[in-house]
């Protein structure tokens, strides 16, 4: 044995790391597989905080988080509605060369839309295991010009499919937190 199994549960705690992920990752030094001239890799962790940018969706999630109500953008010029608003400049009238501002266009706390495209996330992220299989899909919501990817929640005996209405969900305003999780879509 070249690793200690006692040594490579030092370094899982010392770096915040599950034990047992440890043990896979240095499974060759811990049982004597490892050459004396391969690579010797040894786990650690970076803590790191990172701000992530709302940009020009800020006030959509301002709201959302704290009044619950949903905006889109609407083009000034030709009337193209964007949602959610995650764009500064209108997407049609930018292709004929002009550019517009989208102004904000109070939804109400709740939205309508319909399926466009379905896609079903089997493991996901390791946050996400146990929870069973996600589906996020396209959804065009109502009135919308342009159509975003947003998850939809399944229901026990229906089919999530194209075509298919959705109404959006809203996590309870303490739970809110200015991000993409603070909604998402249920079977209408
Ligand atoms: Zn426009």
Redesign the pocket.
């Known amino acids: 044995m070249a690793l200690s199994k006692k040594a490579a549960g030092e370094i899982a705690r010392r770096n915040l790391i599950d034990p047992a992920l440890v043990e896979k990752a240095a499974a060759a030094e811990i049982d004597g597989r490892a050459g004396a001239d391969d690579v010797l890799r040894v786990p650690f962790r970076i803590g790191v905080t990172l701000n992530r940018s709302m940009a020009h969706a800020s006030r959509f999630f301002r709201e959302l988080r704290d009044r619950g109500v949903f905006y889109a953008g609407r ?6 509605v964007l949602f959610p608003p995650v764009r500064p400049v ?4 930018i292709k004929k060369g ?1 550019l ?1 501002e989208y102004e904000p266009l109070e939804i109400g706390p709740e939205v309508g839309g319909t399926v466009a495209a379905v896609s079903r996330l089997v493991r996901g992220t390791s946050k996400d295991l146990g929870k069973g299989d996600r589906y996020p899909c396209l959804i065009r919501a109502d009135g919308a010009d342009n159509a975003h990817w947003q998850l939809v929640h399944p229901v026990e005996g229906r089919t999530i499919e194209v075509g298919a209405r959705v109404k959006s969900v809203l996590v309870d305003q303490a739970d809110r937190t200015g991000e993409v999780g603070d909604f998402s879509y249920r079977l209408a």
């Open positions: 083009c000034p010029a030709c009337g193209h209108c997407l049609r009238c002009e517009w």
